[in-house]
């Protein structure tokens, strides 16, 4: 779903932590690919934020913003980093 801008949630019911952590692992290595558009190597980034229902509320805009605060914390972590170690970015981007 769109929040808004360059915002986006997506709802995963029923995933288990491990398969969340491989699709934002999924999710990180398509985004980091080099894309090619007219001739021209784009570079793209994302972060990423995770909250989980129901441990972090169980209402949509808490939980958004539970895992907005988790993106932030993650934001501290170098793309090239991001890149380099998956797993520590993932375990950054998921709420305490």
Known sequence: MRLGGDE??????GVSVKEIKHIVERLMETV???????G??????ASVGIALMPQHGE??????????????????ISRDDA???K???IAASIAL
Do not use: G, T
């Open 8 to 13: 986006f949630a997506i709802v995963l019911p």
């Open 32 to 38: 980091f690919e080099a894309h090619i558009i007219q």
């Open 40 to 45: 021209q190597e784009i570079d793209c980034s």
């Open 59 to 76: 209402e949509l805009w808490p939980l958004v913003s539970v895992a907005d605060q988790a993106m932030y914390r993650a934001k501290y």
């Open 83 to 85: 890149a380099n170690d």
């Open 87 to 89: 797993a520590a970015y």
